[in-house]
């Protein structure tokens, strides 16, 4: 995302924010392409239709949801975002002794496929991930809902094998995903 913002409010407030044009941070003025970024979102927000673009969104939502309910150890259900933003999310929760693989281990066999599909995967150690569609196209929300329906339909052994791979029950923490991934990846070039 870009690097410099718009402050926006009532006089006092601007001005409190002004104040601080000397000091702290100054070294680290913006460029012109951060200003161009925030002018180039604020036109593009400007020029949104947005009750079009959150049915756009709970469109898609709700296909996800629709395709994979149903499915025996899974429930599927619509969440409001939690800091109030226009859209929602389609909340996986998975029984894990039903589908015989935790929420942890699908949603880290999801990234790990091709391609990678990456989940909002906060809440796994609880038993549930998030499916967000909003920068998905329909294809990719075909693909995200045929790759589910591939791992949740596996055999025994193969959901096994997965859950041993990827284990279970941890929230992702995106650096350590990152570390362990560029770890096991300089093994592989390295053969170490």
Not at 92 to 116: C, F, N, Y
Request: hydrophobic share 40%; aromatic share 4%; net charge negative.
């Amino acid at each position: 995302g870009t690097t410099a913002g718009v402050v926006c409010g009532s006089s006092d407030l601007v001005r409190e924010v002004y104040m601080q044009n000397r000091g702290i941070g100054r070294p680290m003025k913006e460029g012109k392409e951060g200003i161009l970024g925030v002018i180039a979102g604020l036109e593009h927000r400007i020029g949104l239709d947005v009750a079009a673009w959150q049915a756009a969104q709970d469109r898609k939502m709700n296909l996800i949801i629709e395709r994979l309910s149903g499915m025996e150890g899974i429930a599927m259900k619509a969440e409001a975002d939690p800091n109030g933003n226009p859209f929602s999310r389609a909340r996986m929760d998975v029984d894990a002794p039903t589908t015989g693989i935790s929420a942890a281990a699908l949603s880290r066999a999801m990234a790990d496929g091709e391609p990678s599909i990456r989940l909002r995967a906060h809440h796994v150690d609880e038993g549930y991930l998030m499916i967000d569609a909003m920068e998905m196209g329909d294809e990719e929300v075909d693909l995200t809902c045929e790759r589910f329906r591939q791992l949740l339909t596996a055999s025994l052994d193969e959901k096994t094998r997965l859950q041993q791979r990827y284990g279970g029950g941890e929230a992702e923490n995106a650096q350590l995903t990152w570390l362990r991934a560029a770890r096991q990846e300089s093994r592989h070039i390295t053969g170490v």
